[in-house]
């Protein structure tokens, strides 16, 4: 298994670029996350999805999409860039557990984006 | 006050050393605790968890919960180079799914040989 993969893994915009940042996964987990890691800041928490069809905003959606056709699929939409969003996104999967497991997410790589 | 408190660091230490690594919190319905690694430049990846209060320990690494205090804490022994990374700390009230995790700043480990 590739696990989580994610492309590409930087990329330069100019203000008010778009682009999308791609995440797929192969181990058939129903959720997928994006994050963006700011340096000294941990882990934010974009948008999420429990299901093919299904998202749902996390805590910094402002300027960001995102969709679900495929389980294995979920891209991040960036619409008219700003510097404000130079950062490092990741994407992680997970899947239901019972009991007293925790859940374990599992991380690509991660996008460095730069926005200039 | 921030929902889970994380020293960021850095933290340097000699090859060998005990390390503890610390997470406050102030969600007393935090029910699982993990402990996250991430090497430079690469995505997080779990190291481990606990469930309610207690410790637990996997080789070299413990992880204690102390809920009364809303405290969690993270300990390496005998640490070596390949340690040296960020450690974030990640708590939920549930399974996760749509119950999001909340993560720490994390903390950047530095084990020198």
């Known amino acids: 298994n590739a696990g989580v993969t994610q492309t590409p893994k930087f990329r330069i915009l100019k203000i008010g670029q778009s682009m999308t940042l791609q995440c797929t996964q192969d181990m058939n987990h129903n959720y997928m996350y994006w994050y963006r890691q700011d340096p000294g800041m941990g882990l934010k928490l974009i948008y999420y999805?429990?299901?093919?069809?299904?998202?749902d905003k996390g805590e910094v959606p402002n300027g960001y999409n995102v969709s679900r056709s495929t389980t294995e699929d979920f891209p991040l939409r960036l619409e008219l860039a700003a510097p404000s969003q130079t950062s490092v996104y990741f994407c992680?999967?997970?899947?239901?557990?019972?009991?007293?497991?925790?859940?374990?997410?599992?991380f690509g790589p991660g996008t460095r984006l730069t926005v200039l | 006050q921030k929902e889970v408190e994380q020293d960021p660091g850095p933290l340097s230490v000699p090859e060998g050393a005990i390390v503890s690594l610390n997470c406050t919190y102030s969600n007393s319905a935090f029910q699982y605790f993990m402990w996250y690694r991430q090497y430079s430049r690469k995505g997080p990846e779990l190291l481990m968890y606990t469930y309610s209060s207690g410790n637990k320990e996997d080789g070299r690494f413990t992880a204690q919960v102390d809920k009364s205090s809303k405290y969690i804490s993270l300990f390496i022994r005998d640490s070596q180079p390949s340690d040296s990374a960020t450690y974030l700390c990640a708590m939920s009230e549930t399974q996760g799914g749509s119950e999001k995790l909340v993560f720490g700043k994390g903390t950047k480990l530095t084990v020198n040989p």
């Open positions: 999805s429990v299901g093919a069809g299904i998202t």
């Open positions: 992680a999967s997970s899947y239901p557990r019972q009991g007293e497991w925790a859940d374990e997410q599992f």
